[in-house]
């Protein structure tokens, strides 16, 4: 039962333009959420995170927002660089549990 | 470095044989998480060790697979009579009071 949604498995943006991946969740219980990048061959790095009582996280080019009555949150990227091509996981957790990923989402940022 | 470590980073392996896979937490991390990411697909948790309390097993797939956390430290996970199936890159991640994780690099498991 997968508990964390990334339905777009690949995704592609010019450089300078906005990326926005998005991922849903089902267990409204979850109160912590973040999202991580992974190059290949690389362990994922944390990015960002949110918890439940903000809808809104920025740092630099990275914002998180997160609608809890949709059971959405999303990752803007602007303005979007090569180099932030990578393939991106968005992961949620409840109080004193494990932490839930999505299947990721590959963003490719063309020059 | 003082980021997580996890050896060996590659292992070939035969079908049957058990293997162990090692991870080096940050030092303080009470928190301490495996993962197997095969390819193509995302990230499948197996086993959350947090402090003293009992760990989450709930993730592991089959009775082949166990781990163990000595204290607040090292982990090692167990795969027992490997199978094809197996073959994926296992990761390990630490973090403090379960917050932000901090992944190592993994380990890529190959079972011929």
């Known amino acids: 039962d997968q508990q964390v949604k990334q339905n777009s498995p690949s995704l592609s943006v010019q450089e300078g333009r906005i990326s926005i991946l998005n991922c849903d969740y089902t267990n409204s219980m979850f109160d912590y959420f973040l999202w991580y990048k992974k190059y290949p061959a690389e362990g994922p790095t944390f990015l960002i995170s949110i918890s439940s009582i903000k809808d809104k996280n920025e740092d630099g080019r990275f914002t998180v927002f997160l609608n809890k009555s949709a059971k959405h949150l999303s990752l803007h990227i602007v303005p979007s660089q090569p180099g932030d091509s990578a393939v991106y996981f968005c992961a949620a957790s409840a109080p004193g549990n494990q932490f839930y990923f999505g299947t990721g989402t590959s963003l490719t940022v063309i020059p | 470095g003082a980021g997580v470590s996890q050896s060996p980073s590659n292992k070939v392996t035969e079908k049957g044989k058990d293997v162990e896979l090692r991870c080096d937490p940050i030092?303080?991390?009470?928190?301490l998480y495996w993962y197997r990411q095969r390819l193509g697909q995302g990230l499948e948790f197996l086993i959350y060790f947090q402090g003293n309390s009992a760990p989450d097993k709930s993730g592991l797939p089959s009775d082949r697979f166990s781990a163990e956390r000595t204290g607040e430290s090292v982990s090692t996970l167990t795969i027992q009579r490997t199978q094809q199936e197996d073959s994926a890159v296992y990761l390990c991640?630490?973090?403090?009071?379960?917050?932000?994780?901090?992944f190592g690099p993994g380990t890529r498991l190959t079972v011929t």
């Open positions: 991640a630490s973090s403090l009071l379960a917050v932000e994780q901090y």
């Open positions: 030092s303080g991390h009470t928190a």
